[in-house]
């Protein structure tokens, strides 16, 4: 998909390292690199980051879905975190599941190489 540069990046996603890796309709993977700002107390990926992760991902999946001349928000989010992150990248992977008039359901999971490290399922409203 052939999209404006200003359209699927923003500041935020810029700060924290958020690279897009594909997007289709519906679909979008974005990746984030562990580096030291994104750490914990513990030395180990916030889970800050790992949710911002997932809310950029998911954002440009609804985008994709609905057309990127139409704004949409996120309405509600849960995640589970499965699995801590030391070090090297994560990869989150977003698909609209639902694609209503007003409403889109969308799930996300954020993987390093074959392991799970969250799950997520958010509500995004078409403003």
Same mark, same amino acid.
């Given at each position: 998909? =052939?999209?404006?540069?200003?359209?699927? &990046?923003?500041?935020?996603? +810029?700060?924290?390292?958020?690279?897009? +890796?594909?997007?289709? $309709?519906?679909? $979008? /993977?974005?990746?984030?690199?562990?580096?030291? @700002?994104?750490?914990?107390?513990? +030395? *180990?990926? @916030?889970?800050? !980051? %790992?949710?911002?992760?997932? =809310?950029? $991902?998911?954002?440009? !999946?609804?985008?994709?879905? @609905?057309?990127? /001349? &139409?704004?949409? #928000?996120?309405?509600?989010?849960? %995640?589970?975190?499965?699995?801590?992150?030391? =070090?090297?990248?994560?990869?989150?992977?977003?698909?609209?599941?639902?694609?209503?008039?007003?409403?889109?359901? #969308? =799930?996300?999971?954020?993987? &390093?190489?074959?392991?799970?490290?969250? *799950? !997520? +399922?958010?509500?995004?409203? !078409?403003?």
């Amino acid at each position: 998909m =052939d999209v404006a540069p200003e359209y699927v &990046q923003s500041a935020f996603s +810029q700060l924290l390292g958020c690279s897009l +890796q594909r997007l289709e $309709a519906g679909v $979008a /993977e974005v990746s984030l690199a562990v580096a030291p @700002h994104l750490r914990n107390r513990g +030395q *180990k990926l @916030h889970g800050g !980051a %790992i949710f911002s992760l997932v =809310d950029i $991902a998911m954002g440009l !999946a609804c985008s994709s879905s @609905h057309g990127f /001349e &139409q704004q949409s #928000v996120t309405l509600e989010c849960k %995640i589970n975190y499965l699995r801590a992150v030391s =070090d090297g990248e994560v990869l989150c992977t977003a698909r609209v599941l639902h694609a209503g008039k007003r409403t889109l359901v #969308v =799930d996300a999971d954020v993987v &390093q190489g074959d392991k799970l490290v969250a *799950k !997520a +399922q958010g509500t995004f409203v !078409a403003l």
